[in-house]
T-cell receptor, first 112, second 114 residues
Framework: GENVEQHPSTLSVQEGDSAVIKCTYSDSASNYFPWYKQELGKRPQLIIDIRSNVGEKKDQRIAVTLNKTAKHFSLHITETQPEDSAVYFCAAGSGSARQLTFGSGTQLTVLP | EAQVTQNPRYLITVTGKKLTVTCSQNMNHEYMSWYRQDPGLGLRQIYYSMNVEVTDKGDVPEGYKVSRKEKRNFPLILESPSPNQTSLYFC?????????????FGSGTRLTVV
């Protein structure tokens, strides 16, 4: 089955700096890569996703890049703000898989 | 509003007393799933359902039951809860029974078994 590894487990950045979270996956059949943000005490919410037919996708201050050859994908947050502080989860899946496989999460702290 | 609704949000119960956590979605999604979230262990899937009357075990199914009699509802049943089932539970749904669509999560149920 699929295995997703996520790094780092914790990340602290100064407000205004950029943050990068990286994930690797094992199953070459995976073709869908979503990212979820979970604020303290709240539900995980989908913030951006990418499919394997594109290499990069942007939405305002967040972007995701995908390298299918190396089997890794990354979340980039620019101009970080205190409200970006949360746990971020990556995931991987495919049309033939029965479930998304989640990474272990990254606690991002944006210091004012 | 499109949403996944879980109830209750908080529940404290005693060991062995059967309980049900309800989950309902109003998006006509085919796929529904239950996760538990514990510190340091991320999101672990308990059970999932590909459609009505089609359910299967996830990664940590022991001690849990589910049913999918209607498309919109997917209750989680703990027939004899134990303290190691104290956790934060999330229901999730997805448009299709394939893992290439995003999940919509419910608000969560914080369960404490004493």
């Amino acid at each position: 089955g699929e295995n997703v590894e996520q790094h780092p487990s914790t990340l602290s950045v100064q407000e205004g700096d950029s943050a990068v979270i990286k994930c690797t996956y094992s199953d070459s059949a995976s073709n869908y890569f979503p990212w979820y943000k979970q604020e303290l005490g709240k539900r995980p919410q989908l913030i951006i996703d990418i499919r394997s037919n594109v290499g990069e996708k942007k939405d305002q201050r967040i972007a995701v890049t995908l390298n299918k050859t190396a089997k890794h994908f990354s979340l980039h947050i620019t101009e970080t703000q205190p409200e970006d502080s949360a746990v971020y989860f990556c995931a991987a899946g495919s049309g033939s898989a029965r479930q998304l496989t989640f990474g272990s999460g990254t606690q991002l702290t944006v210091l004012p | 509003e499109a949403q996944v609704t879980q109830n209750p949000r908080y529940l404290i119960t005693v060991t062995g007393k059967k309980l049900t956590v309800t989950c309902s979605q109003n998006m006509n999604h085919e796929y529904m799933s239950w996760y538990r979230q514990d510190p340091g262990l991320g999101l672990r899937q308990i059970y999932y359902s590909m459609n009505v009357e089609v359910t299967d075990k996830g990664d940590v199914p022991e001690g849990y039951k589910v049913s999918r009699k209607e498309k919109r509802n997917f209750p989680l049943i703990l027939e004899s809860p134990s303290p190691n089932q104290t956790s934060l539970y999330f229901c999730a749904s997805s448009p299709r029974a394939a893992a290439n669509y995003g999940y919509t999560f419910g608000s969560g149920t914080r369960l404490t078994v004493v």
